[in-house]
């Protein structure tokens, strides 16, 4: 689903104009993405959890040359479905 289907369909759903739609889901996009900036973990009850995790520098490799290569330490965001999501797979 991209961001323009989930507007349409929040609007489609609530019944409120797109545009006003458009509004909102920016607004919670970009306090998510300002709360991974921060490292916060952020909990939607019912939908999950996203937390920030540090990965640890490693060496990976090239899969044509076969030659390794240094992958450095990184964070990247990790999402953990719910309960009630994972139950529903």
């Given at each position: 689903?991209?961001?323009?289907?989930?507007?349409?369909?929040?609007?489609?759903?609530?019944?409120?104009?797109?545009?006003?739609?458009?509004?909102?889901?920016?607004?919670?996009?970009?306090?998510?993405?300002?709360?991974?900036?921060?490292?916060?973990?952020?909990?939607?009850?019912?939908?999950?959890?996203?937390?920030?995790?540090?990965?640890?520098?490693?060496?990976?490799?090239?899969?044509?040359?076969?030659?390794?290569?240094?992958i450095p330490e990184r964070t990247v965001v990790v999402f953990k479905p719910s309960k009630v999501i994972k139950e529903n797979l």
């Open positions: 689903m991209t961001k323009a289907e989930l507007i349409s369909d929040v609007a489609r759903k609530t019944g409120l104009p797109r545009k006003d739609v458009a509004l909102v889901v920016n607004a919670v996009l970009e306090s998510l993405r300002e709360a991974f900036f921060r490292k916060e973990r952020i909990e939607l009850r019912g939908f999950g959890v996203f937390v920030t995790k540090k990965r640890k520098p490693r060496v990976g490799r090239n899969p044509r040359t076969k030659e390794e290569v240094k």
